[in-house]
């Protein structure tokens, strides 16, 4: 019995998926501070809940820009899909992120000691983005809708 050869119909994002691992995580949770933790980990739990692997990363956009530039950069080729981004004050994390990957970014606008009048100043932030850079943007610390909005991106 002859072998034929495989149809040479390999698209790119196939080529591209070649060695990932099975369990690659799909989503990733960032925050600039570990003091955000609490607030993510909503996230966290609604994936897990779900399913869904994904992976946790604490990095500050303005205290090591270049660490979120090349998270976002390989972002993709490691296997994500979406990534959750929660920051407070002036919230320049999800913008970040976004200006360094085609892949979607939630923003989650977060409270703090310093925030102003509940967060409305990351929250403004995150909403605000310039043309085209999109950022989605969720509620005040709702790290758990970020999630769900992530796995029906990911469902889409």
């Given at each position: 019995?002859?072998?034929?050869?495989?149809?040479?119909?390999?698209?790119?994002?196939?080529?591209?998926?070649?060695?990932?691992?099975?369990?690659?995580?799909?989503?990733?949770?960032?925050?600039?501070?570990?003091?955000?933790?609490?607030?993510?980990?909503?996230?966290?739990?609604?994936?897990?809940?779900?399913?869904?692997?994904?992976?946790?990363?604490?990095?500050?956009?303005?205290?090591?820009?270049?660490?979120?530039?090349?998270?976002?950069?390989?972002?993709?080729?490691?296997?994500?899909?979406?990534?959750?981004?929660?920051?407070?004050?002036?919230?320049?994390?999800?913008?970040?992120v976004a200006a360094h990957t085609p892949?979607?970014?939630?923003?989650?606008?977060?409270?703090?000691?310093?925030?102003?009048?509940?967060?409305?100043?990351?929250?403004?932030?995150?909403?605000?983005?310039?043309?085209?850079?999109?950022?989605?943007?969720?509620?005040?610390?709702?790290?758990?809708?970020?999630?769900?909005?992530?796995?029906?991106i990911l469902e889409a």
């Open positions: 019995m002859s072998q034929e050869a495989a149809p040479a119909t390999e698209t790119a994002v196939e080529a591209e998926f070649e060695g990932l691992e099975v369990d690659a995580p799909r989503v990733g949770i960032v925050m600039g501070s570990k003091s955000d933790m609490p607030a993510m980990e909503a996230a966290a739990k609604e994936l897990e809940q779900r399913g869904i692997l994904h992976e946790v990363r604490v990095m500050s956009a303005h205290r090591d820009p270049e660490l979120v530039a090349d998270y976002a950069k390989n972002a993709r080729l490691r296997g994500l899909r979406v990534i959750i981004a929660g920051a407070g004050l002036s919230a320049a994390l999800p913008g970040v892949l979607p970014v939630i923003g989650v606008p977060l409270t703090s000691a310093k925030s102003v009048a509940g967060g409305l100043d990351a929250l403004l932030s995150i909403a605000q983005m310039p043309p085209g850079v999109p950022v989605a943007c969720v509620g005040v610390d709702a790290a758990r809708n970020a999630a769900v909005l992530a796995a029906r």
